[in-house]
């Protein structure tokens, strides 16, 4: 076992370290949840040897990464997140790089995972039977439509509709970037009728608990969940099946695949290119018209 001190609990507290880094984290205008992400990677390590991270060695970090690895089995993609952090934080607060660290201990290849969609169909089913109350049939609409993340959905503002473009404006987005997607006509009209009965101020879809905050993620996500028990859909990987829809949806209708990463606000076309093989998919589902002349042939 490493050794034990009470150092841990003063990383905890508001030490210059900890403000430091996320000073610095606020400066690369990285994500809320990025910052709590990379405070819990430098928080477990200096737990873990009972002392402040700016006095831990990298034989010491590598062997904190591969008891991560080995003796907790956290995922790859959990192990990656706590090595960025700690990269992140050595980098920018102590100026020290953990390049030897790294060399030695090669990032764990996340598992290829492609998108798990539902078909048109499902979406008029999702919309129509699972979704008796206009404001969950809107919220849900909307992050289809406009092929949105969770937090950006949630977080969007009256004035981030933008009716006479017919488009959507999304405000620091994944990565902290703007961007804008499309707006349907039927969203809408749809967005009229919801706004004329329940007037939200700023927040266009405003908390239930608390109208002057946004709604909060776990409660969207209650929304989509209940929406399919209603209509007997599966769950295919919670709200954002919805987006993965909105971009399969698109890209089977014939639209530029470098279209649809400007509305999806991906960084790089490779993300976006993992739609290509979920379209594959489903056209190798599809029989040529010969094979019903044959089946009908052989009758």
């Not at 819990?40 to 700016?54: E, H, I, N, Q, T």
């Not at 295919?236 to 089977?252: D, N, Q």
Request: hydrophobic share 40%; with cysteine; net charge positive.
């Amino acid at each position: 076992m490493p050794p034990r001190s009470g150092s841990f609990g003063k990383w905890c507290a508001m030490t210059p370290l900890r403000e430091q880094l996320i000073t610095a984290l606020t400066l690369k205008r990285y994500s809320p949840k990025t910052h709590e992400a990379y405070l819990a990677a430098v928080a477990g390590l200096a737990r873990y040897y009972g002392r402040s991270p700016d006095a831990i060695g990298d034989p010491e970090i590598k062997a904190y990464l591969l008891h991560l690895h080995r003796e907790r089995q956290l995922s790859a993609s959990t192990l990656n997140v706590a090595l960025s952090g700690l990269r992140f934080f050595y980098a920018h607060v102590l100026e020290r790089s953990l390049a030897e660290v790294e060399k030695s201990l090669p990032r764990p290849k996340k598992p290829k995972r492609y998108a798990r969609i539902y078909s048109l169909q499902e979406i008029r089913t999702l919309l129509k039977e699972g979704c008796p109350q206009l404001q969950d049939r809107v919220f849900l609409m909307t992050v289809y439509g406009a092929g949105l993340r969770l937090n950006e959905a949630c977080h969007l503002q009256l004035l981030d509709i933008e009716s006479d473009r017919m488009m959507i404006r999304v405000n620091q987005g994944k990565g902290a970037r703007d961007r804008y997607t499309v707006l349907s006509p039927w969203l809408l009209e749809e967005l009229r009728r919801y706004w004329k009965i329940y007037r939200p101020r700023r927040w266009l879809f405003p908390g239930r608990r608390d109208p002057q905050k946004p709604l909060v993620d776990g409660c969207a996500q209650k929304i989509f969940y209940a929406a399919l028990r209603r209509c007997g859909l599966p769950n295919r990987g919670g709200l954002h099946a919805l987006r993965h829809s909105f971009a399969t949806h698109l890209l089977e209708a014939g639209v530029e695949i470098t279209v649809i990463k400007l509305l999806l606000g991906h960084r790089s076309l490779k993300t976006t290119a993992n739609y290509l093989h979920v379209s594959r998919e489903r056209l190798a589902q599809v029989r040529s018209p010969l094979d019903f002349l044959h089946g009908t042939a052989a009758g």
